[in-house]
């Protein structure tokens, strides 16, 4: 058993890839008081500030390094589908992103809400909503990937949703904090060297 030496600047996750190739049974949709509103061409300031309120504390960071063009190149592509979950008041509290790029397979390339909202059930809600909306004539597999850097409910809550892990890869990648893309405070779970 070895242990990897990772540059103090660095992060290192382990990914897991899941994978659903048959669309789930259909069943009621959970009560919740958000809605999902679709998001066409979104602004990449505006796009970042929702990424960064609902991943912020898992240091979720790829779209916040990409400058607004190689951003908008993926969100506004015709088969990337963004959409925020709203509240009653209409704050934008959650994101599904949902990529159709790959003929036959739908990626979430993002799903969650802010912290505030862990475990009061509107996560049954949103991957009800994704699964309606992945799930599209054409479509013969939905991947998800979560990491050892998210939520510990995470792994469990996709699997119990339906998904399978079929692979496991090591990620590393700056620390987003280090950058500045991330406040000190984001990913307290996490220490920072």
């Given at each position: ?28 949709l ?15 300031d ?63 390339a ?26 599209r ?17 995470a ?31 984001a ?7």
């Open positions: 058993m070895a242990l990897i030496p990772v540059d103090p600047a660095e992060l290192a996750t382990i990914v897991t890839t899941l994978e659903m190739t048959r669309r789930p049974p259909l069943r009621p959970p009560a919740s008081p958000l809605r999902l509103v679709r998001w066409e061409r979104p602004d990449p505006r796009y970042r500030m929702l990424f960064r309120r609902v991943g912020g504390p898992w240091l979720w960071y790829s779209r916040l390094a990409m400058d607004d063009a190689a951003l908008a190149a993926i969100v506004h592509d015709p088969c990337v589908q963004v959409h925020a979950a709203i509240d009653r008041a209409g704050i934008e509290i959650g994101m599904l992103e949902l990529d159709l790029r790959q003929p036959g397979l739908c990626t979430l993002y799903v969650g809400l802010v912290p505030e909202l862990t475990g009061r059930g509107h996560g049954r809600w949103l991957m009800a909503e994704a699964m309606a909306r992945a799930w004539p054409g479509v013969a597999r939905v991947c998800v990937n979560t990491c050892t850097l998210d939520h510990p409910s792994l469990g809550f996709y699997r119990a949703q339906g998904f399978t892990p079929v692979r496991r890869t090591i990620e590393t990648f700056p620390d987003p904090r280090a950058l500045g893309l991330l406040p000190d405070t990913g307290a779970h996490v220490p920072r060297l």
